[in-house]
């Protein structure tokens, strides 16, 4: 079984900073084979994705316009996912979440569904 686990998420004034985990583990779990990627869902909306991270450690954004606020890094020693995030905005009000999977290769800025592994999410309340 593979446990996800965020953390870091909380309220901030429009303009602060996040710097959102997750940590993995697992019997089975090989970390380092996963694509890693963050996504967020806000109330009403569609889970959208933010940014992936192949095996390698290339992160590929699923929008290039928020290369400049968030970035995703990975800790392999330590199952550990990172996602940075600045100059918040009140619109990046969500539930993020990140996600897992050892069948995509290196190819995984992938729609949600195709991601296996999930956590159960760390708000993330930004206020203006």
């Known amino acids: 079984q593979v446990l996800l686990v965020e953390s870091g998420g909380g309220s901030v004034q429009a303009g602060g900073s996040l710097r959102l985990s997750c940590e993995a583990s697992g019997y089975t779990f090989s970390f380092r084979r996963n694509c890693m990627a963050w996504f967020r869902q806000a109330p009403g909306k569609e889970r959208e994705g933010i940014v992936s991270v192949s095996p390698a450690g290339h992160s590929l954004y699923y929008d290039d316009s928020e290369k400049g606020r968030f970035t995703i890094s990975r800790d392999d020693a330590k199952n550990t996912l990172f996602l940075q995030v600045s100059a918040l905005k009140p619109e990046d009000t969500a539930m993020y979440y990140c996600?897992?999977?050892?069948?995509?290769?290196?190819?995984?800025?992938?729609?949600?569904?195709?991601?296996?592994?999930w956590g159960q999410g760390t708000q993330v309340t930004v206020s203006s």
């Open positions: 996600a897992a999977d050892d069948t995509l290769g290196m190819s995984c800025r992938r729609a949600s569904p195709l991601y296996k592994h």
